[in-house]
């Protein structure tokens, strides 16, 4: 079962029905689905070759990748006597010919270059000779390891000016995410979100029938189990210095927001000039993030990091931790004494990036325009989970709550006063509000929603499936 990626694949069968030859270039971190979405988009444009490269020599790796040319379009003599990219490149470029828009993947990309980067000047050449243009031959390079394939796109690589498209693949979000466990509650549903992400290979690991607190234990709680070294795996895979990085995490994870803090919780880093190189790598694979408020001076450097990725954060907050434990078989233990008591602390962050995702991507649901920019503010004595600006040049403010009780009016009081202290409510501007709640809404809070339209409220069962109504339907859940 195919799930989830409806925008990618229009994009990607848009391209693939252009009446032109196409250079593409795929990338994201690892099991986020790059090669299931792309062959899933291939197969209904007729015939198509996947090549994934491997780390061997350069040479068993054109072999392979000819292997699979005549696997697909049939054996032939010609392409048995090419020993060389190039001349494999004009042979699909003839193949496209009879084939025509055939859809070439060649997966791993970065791994053809270790050892041999003119091969980048050698697909230029090819693609400057305008062979693919008589087929309406579609390349696509597709890629891991992120720092590599972006710098396919940067001014000094050859193929810059190439590319006809590029497709950064992010993360699945909440909705997508939650079909992979169509009979959890909405509650757990996001629960299940905030511990493996958007991460299509680990949503699938879990038993859609099973209780969250099953999944987890056999994932992650169990020397055997398929996730219980998968961050450091990770991080090992695609980076250099992999120990640093996870410490670096792992004083996020644990509450070092600052630059400052992570210094005093990172051994033999001794200063914030020492730390940021490595931040950077993190937020280009989006396990970390780098917030600044919004009220923030444009130069101020009053930045809080925070571990975006969901299963980097449960892993350093809680697997790494208890590593010891869980190997020796005590991994139900673990849960009941070490996770169950801080869920709900751990929760609280989690709903509210999950909160702030959904506006990004839904805010037109609910007030008839998109977001333009979204994120949070803080000052010396607040705090506003979401805020941010839609297209309709208006404002919005909005609080999140995972806590086991209604949203009363208080809240919105709380937030009006918050935001008369902030520089980013600009005065003449639309100000709306938004309440998001794991319990609900009082009463006295729904009332209020009813009759200002510029006061939202949603429940669990809207993050997690868009409403059968339009963006001014009923508020709550």
């Not at 006809?164 to 757990?188: G, I, Q, V």
């Not at 980076?239 to 070092?256: C, Q």
């Not at 007030?367 to 803080?378: N, Q, T, V, Y």
Request: charged share 25%; net charge negative.
């Amino acid at each position: 079962m195919f799930v989830g990626r409806e925008q990618e694949l229009v994009d990607l069968d848009r391209e693939f029905r252009t009446s032109r030859a196409s250079l593409g270039i795929v990338y994201g971190r690892r099991r986020v689905g790059k090669s299931t979405l792309l062959q899933h988009a291939a197969e209904h444009h007729g015939k198509f070759v996947y090549f994934q490269a491997t780390k061997v020599d350069e040479s068993l790796n054109l072999s392979a990748f000819k292997s699979e040319i005549a696997r697909i379009i049939g054996a032939a003599p010609l392409l048995d006597g090419i020993g060389d990219w190039a001349g494999v490149l004009h042979y699909l470029a003839r193949a496209a010919e009879t084939h025509r828009g055939l859809v070439v993947i060649i997966d791993e990309f970065p791994y053809l270059l270790d050892g041999r980067d003119s091969l980048t000047s050698v697909i230029q050449k090819f693609w400057d000779s305008k062979a693919a243009e008589r087929g309406n031959l579609k390349v696509v390079l597709c890629g891991s390891l992120i720092a590599h394939m972006e710098s396919l796109l940067s001014e000094r690589n050859p193929l810059h000016g190439r590319r006809t498209f590029s497709l950064s693949l992010e993360p699945m979000s909440l909705r997508e995410a939650a079909e992979f466990l169509p009979d959890y509650s909405a509650a757990e549903q996001i629960a299940a979100y905030a511990t493996f992400g958007g991460i299509p290979h680990y949503l699938q690991m879990c038993d859609p029938h099973a209780p969250l607190q099953e999944n987890i234990e056999r994932l992650l709680l169990a020397k055997t189990g398929a996730l219980f070294e998968e961050p450091e795996f990770l991080l090992q895979s695609e980076l250099k210095e992999p120990r640093r990085y996870a410490s670096i995490v792992a004083a996020i994870a644990r509450g070092g927001t600052k630059l400052g803090q992570i210094v005093t919780r990172v051994p033999g880093i001794k200063d914030t000039a020492q730390v940021t190189p490595y931040l950077e790598p993190l937020i280009r694979m989006r396990i970390v993030e780098r917030i600044r408020s919004l009220d923030a001076d444009e130069n101020s450097r009053d930045n809080r990091y925070y571990v975006s990725d969901p299963l980097f954060r449960f892993y350093y907050r809680f697997i790494l931790p208890n590593a010891s434990p869980i190997s020796l078989g005590f991994g139900g233990q673990v849960y009941e004494q070490q996770i169950q008591p801080h869920l709900a602390d751990y929760m609280g962050w989690a709903f509210e990036q999950v909160c702030r995702n959904h506006i990004r991507l839904h805010a037109q649901e609910r007030f008839g325009a998109p977001a333009s920019e979204i994120g949070k503010i803080w000052g010396p004595d607040f705090d506003i989970d979401i805020a941010g600006s839609l297209l309709d040049q208006s404002r919005l403010f909005g609080e999140c709550k995972w806590e086991n009780a209604l949203l009363g009016e208080s809240i919105h009081r709380d937030l009006l006063e918050n935001v008369s202290k902030s520089k980013f409510a600009t005065e003449g501007r639309t100000q709306n509000t938004v309440y998001f709640s794991r319990k609900g809404f009082t009463d006295g809070l729904r009332k209020l929603a009813a009759t200002d339209a510029s006061v939202q409220l949603i429940g669990t069962d809207e993050l997690v499936k868009a409403p059968a109504y339009g963006w001014n339907g009923p508020s709550g859940p």
